[in-house]
């Protein structure tokens, strides 16, 4: 995805979810809204995505785009990567317990892994997208999901990202961005 560029653009309002929490290396309730000070530019890569009305179960096989890094160095190419939802007792297996205080909650998370041997999401994702082609529109996308952490710098097959799922946020999201 080497022609896509950056835009940055300054946030005018930043809103957290009320119940957010972070402690040592995990966060509870990662989701925030942002309002742009300017409207983006509309391209390839950036666009309009669709909430998901439909329970995010129904999928298994994801797509996440970012500008996270290797240890090495920042990332100038966008990056996409295919992931696989894991069995939550599976990616339950995976995780350092102590770095989950009061563990990984199957109702508001869901683990990632990288489809092919490839690593996953990197640090500099979080707050990414992990999104589905809509089943019914196929030239728009459904955000099920927002990269939130992983143990390690890149997710790998035994290193799962933990993401938000956003179905379970729709309520408030709605009422922020309605009212």
Known sequence: MDDALPQDIE?????????????????????????????A?????V??????????????????AGWG????????????VQLNRLDFDKCFEKVTREDYEEGINNRTNMCVIPSTDDIGNCAGDGGGPVFVTHPEYPCQFLIVGIVSHSERVCGT????????RVKLYIDWIQRIVWN
């Open 41 to 45: 530019t509309f391209n390839d890569y």
């Open 11 to 39: 946030i005018k309002n930043f809103i957290p979810h009320p119940q957010y929490r972070a402690t040592k290396r995990t966060r509870y309730h990662d989701i925030a809204l942002i309002e742009l000070a300017k409207e």
């Open 47 to 64: 666009r309009p995505a669709c909430l998901p009305l439909v329970d995010d179960n129904d999928f298994q096989q994801f797509l996440s």
């Open 69 to 80: 890094y290797p240890p090495s160095e920042p990332s100038s190419h966008l990056h996409r």
């Open 157 to 164: 097959k035994d290193n799962p990202a933990i993401c938000t």
